[in-house]
């Protein structure tokens, strides 16, 4: 429900601005924001996300591997199945455990309770895949993309992609960021075990910190401009207590960046995203409909007159990027008729083998 509300978030951004948010400087992403953000910034148009969710097809668009995009996945990654290995009947982390306990003022309460709880028993691959298909390996084209994820050892937490941080391929650090403790298996990358950047940080913004930043803009799916007063059930009690914790991080996060001179505009679900989104942000039953009310949502907070002029300065960007191009066949997109140009019939590296990238982003740095 995270990246469903996120997609239609960013339609709305690139809409009502005309600006592509791939051409943000950075681009950090948490959990489902990892996933969407990888897409974005390695090059698919938050329009195309919609379109594709909701089960459009283009001829002519295919893959990293050459293969018709209208066969890939349409659930953004959603998809449950089990990890291969023995289950985990302990704590999935007796180190993060045992240090949480030596020292519980130093964790998040997240953090805590994910050295405790089991490993999880769902499978990452799916996400690994879902990014597979644009970026096949390596780091996305886009220079300042930032995906956070935890050390299942120490709770620290980790940036990949950030000069400080261990080398991984995208499609295996937007996995980690998204595994969540006790339900998602944790990602191996190099000799260090990674789970969800969550559990520190739903937002994360603190890490754009000392970076000079004119803009930041923050559309955080786990907190909300109006919370729920009452749970009635232990699923909503989750819920709340989630909406109420990473909104008050999200505040102090935004406040240290103000302080340093950035203006800070911050989205988040209203009362009609909550409704449409419930309590089950797993669950992808609901997943266009929450597409469909985060555009009209973020739209109308977009247009506050307060952000006016914030937004004002933003540089236009590629039409195709921020609006479908109805007027043409996908054959004829300026982006994607530039790609073919080319790389043609080669592969990156010049094999013959095919077009293996489909990012704007990576054809323009070629």
Same mark, same amino acid.
């Given at each position: 429900m995270g990246g469903a509300w996120l997609t239609g978030g960013l339609d709305a951004l690139a809409r009502e601005t005309g600006?592509?948010?791939?051409?943000?400087?950075? =681009?950090?992403?948490?959990?489902?924001? @990892?996933?969407? *953000?990888?897409?974005? %910034?390695? &090059?698919? #148009?938050?329009?195309?996300? =919609?379109?594709?969710?909701?089960?459009? @097809?283009?001829? *002519?668009?295919?893959? %990293?591997? &050459?293969? #018709?995009?209208?066969?890939?996945d349409r659930s953004g990654g959603a998809v449950y199945r089990l990890h291969w290995g023995l289950p985990s009947l302990g704590p999935g982390s007796w180190r993060l455990a045992l240090r949480s306990i030596a020292n519980p003022t130093r964790y998040s309460r997240a953090t805590v309770l994910t050295g405790w709880l089991p490993k999880g028993m769902i499978s990452t691959q799916p996400?690994?895949?879902?990014?597979?298909?644009?970026?096949?390996?390596?780091?996305?084209?886009?220079?300042?993309?930032?995906?956070?994820?935890?050390?299942?050892?120490?709770?620290?937490?980790?940036?990949?992609?950030?000069?400080?941080?261990?080398?991984?391929?995208?499609a295996d650090a937007v996995a980690a960021s998204c595994a969540i403790p006790g339900f998602y298996h944790p990602v191996t990358i190099g000799d260090r075990r990674y789970v969800d950047g969550g559990i520190r940080s739903a937002s994360n913004l603190d890490v754009l910190r000392g970076r000079e930043l004119d803009l930041v803009i923050c559309l955080n799916p786990t907190s909300t401009l109006h919370p729920v007063r009452a749970a009635l059930s232990p699923t909503a009690a989750f819920r709340l207590l989630m909406n109420r914790e990473s909104g008050h991080r999200l505040g102090g996060e935004a406040k240290?960046?103000?302080?340093?001179?950035?203006?800070?505009?911050?989205?988040?679900?209203?009362?009609?995203?909550?409704?449409?989104?419930?309590?089950?942000?797993?669950?992808?039953?609901?997943?266009?409909?929450?597409?469909?009310?985060?555009?009209?949502?973020?739209?109308?907070?977009?247009?506050?007159?307060?952000?006016?002029?914030?937004?004002?300065?933003?540089?236009?960007?590629a039409p195709e990027k921020v609006r479908r191009p109805d007027d043409q066949p996908p054959s004829r997109w300026p982006r994607l008729r530039e790609l073919k140009e080319r790389i043609g019939g080669r592969s990156a590296d010049g094999d013959g083998a095919g077009p293996r990238v489909v990012s704007e982003r990576a054809a323009e740095r070629s």
């Open positions: 600006w592509d948010p791939a051409d943000a400087d950075y =681009v950090v992403g948490t959990s489902a924001g @990892s996933m969407i *953000g990888a897409l974005c %910034a390695s &090059g698919i #148009p938050p329009w195309f996300m =919609v379109a594709h969710s909701f089960g459009e @097809s283009f001829e *002519g668009v295919v893959d %990293a591997y &050459g293969r #018709p995009a209208s066969n890939a996400l690994a895949d879902q990014i597979r298909l644009v970026v096949p390996e390596g780091w996305s084209p886009h220079p300042g993309l930032w995906m956070v994820a935890c050390d299942y050892a120490t709770g620290k937490r980790v940036v990949f992609g950030r000069e400080d941080a261990p080398t991984a391929d995208l240290k960046l103000r302080a340093e001179g950035a203006d800070v505009l911050l989205i988040q679900p209203t009362r009609d995203d909550l409704a449409v989104m419930g309590n089950n942000l797993m669950s992808s039953a609901r997943r266009n409909e929450a597409i469909a009310m985060a555009q009209r949502t973020v739209a109308a907070q977009l247009r506050d007159p307060r952000h006016a002029e914030l937004l004002a300065d933003l540089p236009q960007g």
